[in-house]
């Protein structure tokens, strides 16, 4: 059962524009990760949101965890070729002793020139 | 620090043999975390371990699979008999127990069986 859905799943856009990713679920997590992965590569974390309504600024991408810590959203503006790749959210759940990651579906952004 | 080392990078096989992934973690990270990765599925947890200890196997799949880490930096997830539907990219990650614990992954392992 996949836990965290994101819409959409696939996004071509030319270099210049802005894009949203969402990443929903139905359950409360700790706290929510966003990574991005390349082709033939593991994911690379970009940020941890923690707090319900935190907002976390990484250049120009801008990261929100919502105020009940179900959902996120991952704003790029004016993307870049560089912004290419898969990304994924990825739910935070905090057992004690590790934290068990549960991954979205994944958004893939093409972006040319 | 040469990140997490996963070897190899592509496997391919015909059902029914045995297939044996392999995994060097971060040095001094505490956990060890398989994870499955195909378009159908999207990146699923197999199995991770704290200190060489397997802590929740909850996500492997079948008997097929098993997993063990005899030291802290080596691991292996091995498939037998392998079937078609475990084709699939098999990643390897390790962390430590602080903050957030992000976790750091590998490139991969692509398995084919055909």
């Known amino acids: 059962t996949q836990l965290l859905e994101q819409s959409p799943q696939f996004l071509s856009i030319q270099e210049g524009e802005n894009l949203t990713v969402y990443c929903n679920s139905s359950?409360?997590?700790?706290?929510l990760q966003w990574y991005r992965q390349e082709p033939g590569e593991g994911p690379v974390l970009l940020v941890t949101v923690v707090t319900g309504g935190e907002v976390k600024k990484l250049k120009r991408l801008t990261f929100q965890f919502g105020d009940a810590r179900k959902d996120s959203s991952l704003h790029i503006t004016a993307a870049q070729p560089g912004d290419t790749g898969l990304y994924l959210c990825?739910?935070?759940?905090?057992?004690?002793?590790?934290?068990?990651?549960?991954f979205g579906t994944g958004t893939r952004l093409q972006v040319t020139l | 620090d040469a990140g997490v080392i996963q070897s190899p990078r592509h496997e391919v096989t015909e059902m029914g043999q045995e297939v044996t992934l392999r995994c060097k973690p971060i040095s001094g990270h505490d956990y060890l975390f398989w994870y499955r990765q195909t378009m159908m599925r999207g990146l699923e947890l197999l199995i991770y371990?704290?200190?060489?200890?397997?802590?929740?196997d909850s996500g492997m799949p079948e008997d097929r699979f098993s997993a063990k880490m005899p030291n802290a930096s080596f691991s292996t997830l091995k498939i037998q008999p392998s079937e078609p539907r475990d084709s699939a990219v098999y990643f390897c990650?390790?962390?430590?127990?602080?903050?957030?614990?992000?976790?750091?992954f590998g490139p991969g392992t692509r398995l084919t069986v055909l």
């Open positions: 371990f704290n200190n060489n200890v397997p802590i929740d």
């Open positions: 990825a739910g935070v759940r905090n057992t004690g002793t590790a934290s068990k990651l549960t």
């Open positions: 990650a390790s962390s430590l127990l602080t903050g957030y614990n992000e976790q750091f």
């Open positions: 359950s409360v997590f700790s706290s």
